[in-house]
Nanobody, 123 residues
Framework: QVWLVESGGGAVQAGGSLRLSCVTS????????LAWFRQAPGKAREGVAS????????YYVDAVKGRFTITKDNAKNTLYLQMNSLKPEDTAMYYC????????????????WGQGTQVTVSS
């Protein structure tokens, strides 16, 4: 059974930092693509960052390149998203997601999702 639980969201001022964590069920790192998505009110959900465990290849949406970093700690079954230089437009619900299919992750439709953690950035 696959499960994911996010934490670390909160309210910060522009320019601040947050680190999101996603604890997952054991063994998920061996075959899965792990990703962070976000959805702001009234906007479509978008992929923020992902990591393909086999090749440790990382992907970032252009809007966060140079500011966000996705990492994973296999020993702790935890995925992280370090967010620096936060902007008001980063305000959204952030979700951790996983799937064995890289294609489904790229299409924005991974099979497994966490419950989300809210990030609010004030100007």
């Amino acid at each position: 059974q696959v499960w994911l639980v996010e934490s670390g969201g909160g309210a910060v001022q522009a320019g601040g930092s947050l680190r999101l964590s996603c604890v997952t069920s054991e063994g998920i790192y061996k075959e899965y693509c792990l990703a962070w998505f976000r959805q702001a009110p009234g906007k479509a959900r978008e992929g923020v960052a992902s990591i393909y465990t086999h090749r440790a290849t990382k992907y970032y949406v252009d809007a966060v390149k140079g500011r966000f970093t996705i990492t994973k700690d296999n020993a702790k079954n935890t995925l992280y998203l370090q967010m620096n230089s936060l902007k008001p437009e980063d305000t959204a619900m952030y979700y951790c997601a996983a799937d064995v299919s890289i294609s489904r992750v790229r299409a924005g439709s991974p099979l497994y999702w966490g419950q989300g953690t809210q990030v609010t950035v004030s100007s």
